[in-house]
């Protein structure tokens, strides 16, 4: 929050005087965003060039080839949209979605339900099936939702955000081949951080976000589609509903066109792509082994505390973890407790777990053993404070 002084030189309209901003220090161990990495916060800082630059257009050909890398995909229409990870959302739902096409959403949490009210607003026939916030789908369950409701699309949360678990993803995409439907895969909490094989699992849209396990700001909303999906699109009776979205418009200034869409923000993909460029420099395997280890650390300190969490530990997501609030504590009074006196951030539950859970988050630059050191120090030292 910015501080105000009687000495500003600023005056706002209402009278009162502003210094300049001074933004509190904070360690992010929440569901999202995560602190950036200080060369990505570099790149950010630089000097803005235009959109036609040529500089920017190599610029951008990098970012789509280190997206599709990070990703592991080939897909050519992959790019990052300018929004954040919702915006990509969205875009997968309204350049291949059509007025009365039967859109199947698997929920098991907040972001499911998200997706089902999007596709809503584009006149899909919205069906759904739903798990309890904790759980993944099985194989079985999914493959008798596609019999029953013959969608041209199935929808999933990788990494649901707001219950901490993974959907094992083996077996989907052919299931989907199988029954002539599309795959559409949230990966905002799985990006960078966790083993992701678009092309491998055969999923056909999927989109994520800058800001998680890309330690990069909120702002750009990585997106990716495979031919099976731009047949889809070309063969659409009307425009793409949204015009800022439209990939069809999208791919002129994306691809070896380079037509003008709209300005775009040139310095959220210099961070974007130091961003990847980091992950690639670690290393997709040992980035994804960093997560997993230091989740690790984290779940086995937590249940030494005492703790129980909510997500059986096969499918618990090493970038987000849900902790059962005891129900001696007050789970909003701890949490407001170490953002206020020790500048750390968790998140609460979200929907069915508002109230019942603590998020932790060790994603990207985040995840690291100082970071769980730390918020497993203040656990001990802080929580028995506040059992009543």
Sequence with gaps: MATTTANSSMLGTSGATFAPLTVPKRLLLGPGP???????????????VGHLDPFYIQLMAEVQGLLRDVWQTSNRLTLPMSGTGSAAMEATIANVVEPGDTFLVAIKGYFGNRLADMASRYKANVQTIDK????????????????????????????????????????????????????????????GSIPLYLDDWKVDLAYSCSQKGLSCPPGLGPF????????????????????????????????SDRVYHHT???NMNFGIREALRLILEEGLEATWTRHKLNALE?????????????????????????????SNVDGKAF??????????????????????????????????????????????????????
């Design 34 to 48: 995560s602190n950036s990495h200080p060369s990505v916060l570099n790149a950010l800082s630089q000097q803005p």
């Design 132 to 191: 309890k916030w904790g759980e993944a789908f099985s194989l079985q369950e999914l493959e008798e939702a596609i019999i029953k409701y013959k969608p041209a699309f199935l929808a999933l949360v990788h990494a649901e955000t707001s219950t901490g678990v993974c959907q094992p993803m083996e077996g989907i995409g052919d299931l989907c081949r199988k029954h002539n439907c599309l795959l559409i895969l949230d990966t905002v909490t799985s990006l």
């Design 224 to 255: 990716t589609m495979n031919e099976r999906a731009e047949e889809k699109l070309n063969k659409r009776t009307g425009k793409v509903p949204n015009w800022y979205l439209d990939v069809s418009l999208l791919n002129k200034y994306w691809g």
């Design 264 to 266: 775009a923000p040139v």
């Design 298 to 326: 984290l779940w086995n300190g937590l249940e030494d505390l005492g703790l129980s969490l909510h997500v059986p530990s096969d499918i618990r997501l090493p970038t987000l973890t849900t902790v059962s609030i005891p």
């Design 335 to 388: 949490s407001l407790h170490l953002l206020n006196n020790h500048g750390v951030e968790i998140g609460g539950g979200l929907g069915e777990l508002a109230g019942k859970v603590w998020r932790i988050g060790l994603m990207g630059y985040n995840s690291n053993k100082t970071n769980v050191d730390k918020i497993l120090n203040l656990f001990d030292s802080e929580l028995p404070k506040f059992k009543s």
